[in-house]
Structure formats: C-alpha cells, structure tokens
C-alpha cells in the first residue's frame, strides 16, 4: 500500500520567511452574520511558504508557472539527500559530488538540510541563518545532472540569505536560459521518512503572469 504525505505547509501568517518578504494577511471581506457567507481578503507576496520559482522569477523572458504543463509538475524519479551544514553555509560542488551515483537519473533533486526543527523553533533563525546552494554548486547541477527538471529545499531560498550578494545568482545558473522549464521549490517540508518516495506531486496557484507562487506538494511513497 502507498501512502501519501505533505511535502508543503499550510500557508500561515505566522510562519517564517525571508527579511524581505512581507507578512500574508487573511481578512474577512462579508461575514456568515452580517452578509450571510463568509470571503475573506488574502494577501500574500508570491516567495510566501512552501512555493515554486518559475524562471520568471530571475530571468525578464523565461516562463511564467501558467506556462507549464501539468505533467511537469509530476515528478517520478525523485531523489532526497541529507546534506547537514552549519548555519549560513554556502553548499559547494564537493558536497554535492560524493552524491553523484545517488543522484542519477534523477528529475527532482530534493536537499535536505534538517531545517525542519529549526522552522519550528527558531523562526529568525530560519529566516536569516540557513544554509544554502552557491553559483558553483548551482552550475554542478545542471552540468551534471541534465536530466533535472526540479530542486526542493527544506530552506526559505535556495540561495544562501546571510550571503545573499554573492549567491543570489544561483538562481540565474539553474532557471536560466532561452525556454528553460526547470522549478525551483523552497520552504517545504522534508521532515518525513523519505526512503520510499517515488513520486512528487507540485500543486502550484496557476495564475497568470505571476512569476512564482506557493504551492501545495504531495509525495508518494510506497
């Protein structure tokens, strides 16, 4: 029997996120008293939670989510990774090389970092101290693994945020690029026992235009 698990979290108020990224806000707009049916207001920046960068999100021509087609958001050679860092680390190619067999014929690349507690218990600390990938490592990955159409993260960015000036461009390496269709997701949740996960399942909010966006993510284990 398969079972399925939440590789996202719910979309909170509460929840961590990087310094630049304002607060989501849920707002009631009618009312079940007053108006007979409840709407609420959501506001929400698109890099908010568990959410999926498009190429849009670095790149002035690349794709937007809306132009994905579903089957790209299905992912069935997934492969996850326990990459442990120290906090405000900067991922290199030499953490990711011994991983190389373990990573072959992958199409999504889920880095786990053990972050997941941290999240819970330390929320600026999540924000501002976690580790994440370089220019460098972001260019072994797509060299070495051209089958990759996706990398997740237990992290708020896949750039390293103490760092930020010098690996925001990790970002350009891996979605660069005339009709590149490759995803970026961060902030999920990556807590579970993975050893049989053998799909990845993205659920992102398709609105069009928009560059990027939270997203809901299913894993499949068997």
Sequence with gaps: MSRMVWLSFPLSCADPRPPAIPAPSLEPLYTIEQDGAAVQILRVASHTGTHVDAPRHVIPDGLCLSAFAPDEFIFTRP????????????????????????LDGADLLLLRFGY???????????????????????????????????LGLDVPSVA???????????????????????????????????????EVRVNPWLVVGMDSGPCSVVGICN
Excluded: K, Y
């Excluded at 929320?123 to 490592?137: D, N, T, Y």
């Excluded at 930020?164 to 999920?188: K, N, S, V």
């Design 116 to 150: 997941g507690t941290v999240r819970r218990q330390d929320g600026a600390r999540f924000s501002m101290h976690c580790p994440g990938l370089g220019i460098a490592s972001a260019r072994w990955l797509r060299q070495q693994l051209p089958g990759l159409r996706a």
């Design 79 to 102: 492969r996850v990774v326990d990459v442990r860092l120290d906090d405000d680390a900067i991922v290199q190619p030499q953490h990711l090389e011994p991983l190389a067999d373990q």
């Design 160 to 198: 390293c945020i103490a760092h930020l000036q010098e690996t925001m461009a990790c970002h350009h390496e891996l979605l660069g690029g005339l009709g590149r269709r490759f995803l970026i997701i961060e902030d999920m949740n990556l807590e579970h026992d993975l050893s049989r996960l053998v």
